[in-house]
């Protein structure tokens, strides 16, 4: 009897080794961009009390009623929740370690999330989120830090046609009022209203502008405006903002229906946008979060941030930006004989001491069957050890993407060689 094949779970997908290229390609460009404005790598557990995104998301939201991974843990009885998303999961860090004790901080993270959604292109129940948090930053200078380092990221990916929307939630005062007007107009409308918007009307309204349902579109757009109600603080940031972005040529356009899906966020909120993914368009979203640290227990302080989907840009990225990142070894070592073979895995090891990558051939085999792989590799050179090369200490060493003559030369000689060659083709 055959045994059935267990596959990955829907929507959690492996990255097979051709695509992690791509992925470490990423990874390694987000790395020195992100060194580049000063922010620290922080990691934070999977796994968190369910609480936490209850109290910061919002209880009357998409993600937290349908869309989390929630058990009770047999042993305490308490609820934990596959993390959806990482701006929480930092916050409960600084506050449960007392970082801003010594001052504001620029911090980052990377890592996979979870929503029980429905798979589709873009839109995955496991995805990967790079996110980046400034936490104890009141003024708009860091929101146009943040939207310039987008900007400066999309280049170095390179990227195109992606866009940003901005817009401004105002303090918490305003949006009550603008709640107030806003459930009026709602209720005039009520027979109009799907399912979702109906469950929302009185327990989260804001969210009815959110709504992707095309028969609510009209109806959303007839809807009063938040801008109508923002207090003084509010426009004057955001119109900083602008001008800070204008400043240094970073376009945008005003969307005042923007109001991102989750209930932390204050003030100024934004979009990068691509008309490239179908219904999931959004790439990278952020804004501030004035009152989060306090809401989750902390000493109430300014703060703000953005994630992206590594998955949606990725699927945006050229492969010739991709191959920016060398797959190929430098080196393929090929070996035959007695004394060859235990000299060739020290060979290995010695220009790796040199930073040379070396892929060193197993399962033996002709010479000239291991030159078919050292090709196939993609390899620049092929390093060759016999029992000739062993005996003297030395190797040959024959290019492989250009035409040059195949030199016997020691190994500190081989590893300068190539690095120079590696070095000159970068």
């Known amino acids: 009897m055959t045994s059935r094949q267990i596959q990955a779970i829907r929507g959690m997908n492996d990255i097979l080794p051709e695509e992690a290229l791509l992925w470490e390609f990423f990874e390694d460009t987000a790395r020195a961009w992100l060194r580049a404005y000063g922010y620290r790598a922080i990691r934070t557990p999977i796994l968190e009390r369910t609480e936490l995104f209850v109290r910061s998301i919002g209880a009357v939201t998409d993600i937290v009623e349908k869309e989390m991974y929630t058990f009770i843990d047999e042993l305490n009885g308490e609820s934990l929740t596959l993390r959806p998303e990482g701006t929480a999961s930092c916050v409960r860090a600084v506050i449960e370690h007392n970082l801003l004790y010594s001052g504001p901080q620029r911090l980052w993270y990377w890592g996979p999330m ?7 292109k873009g839109r995955y129940r496991q995805f990967h989120q790079v996110g980046v948090e400034a936490l104890g930053f009141g003024g708009p200078d860091i929101d ?12 170095m990916l390179g990227l195109d046609g992606v866009a940003l929307e901005l817009n401004t939630l105002g303090g918490s005062d305003a949006r009550a009022r603008y709640r107030a007007r806003l459930v009026k107009y709602l209720e005039r409308h009520r027979e109009s209203l799907d399912d979702d918007s109906k469950r929302r009307l009185h327990t989260n309204p804001l969210r009815v502008l959110d709504s992707k349902n095309p028969v609510m579109q009209e ?3 007839g809807a009063p ?14 119109s900083d903002l602008q001008a800070k972005l204008r400043s240094v040529g970073i376009a ?8 991102r899906g989750l209930d932390y966020y204050n003030g100024a909120v934004y979009e990068w946008v691509t008309d490239r993914l179908g219904a999931q368009g959004t790439v990278c979203a952020g804004g501030r979060y004035d009152g989060l640290i306090a809401q989750i227990g902390g000493k109430p302080a300014p703060a703000c941030g953005f994630a992206m989907g590594v998955e949606r840009l990725l699927a945006l990225v050229s492969d010739g930006a991709a191959s920016a990142s060398r797959s190929a070894p430098d080196v393929y070592l090929v070996h035959q004989g007695a004394a060859a073979d235990p000299f060739a ?17 197993c399962g033996g085999g002709s ?30 060493i024959k290019p492989l993407r250009e035409l040059a003559e195949q030199v016997r030369v020691s190994i500190e000689e081989a590893a300068d060689l190539i690095k120079k060659s590696v070095i000159s083709d970068s």
């Open 367 to 396: 010479f000239k069957s291991q030159m078919k792989k050292a090709d196939a590799s993609g390899a620049r050179f092929a390093l060759i050890v016999g029992d000739d090369e062993a005996q003297a200490g030395e190797v040959s």
């Open 114 to 120: 979870f929503r029980h959604e429905r798979p589709q």
């Open 252 to 259: 945008f356009a005003l969307n005042p229906r923007l109001v």
């Open 219 to 221: 109806l959303i757009e």
């Open 345 to 361: 895995e020290q060979v290995a090891e010695r220009l790796r001491d040199h930073r040379v990558n070396v892929l060193l051939h």
């Open 144 to 155: 146009a830090e943040h939207i310039v380092m987008c900007a400066r990221l999309w280049r």
């Open 225 to 238: 405006r938040l801008a109508d109600d923002l207090d003084e603080d509010s426009l004057r940031h955001f």
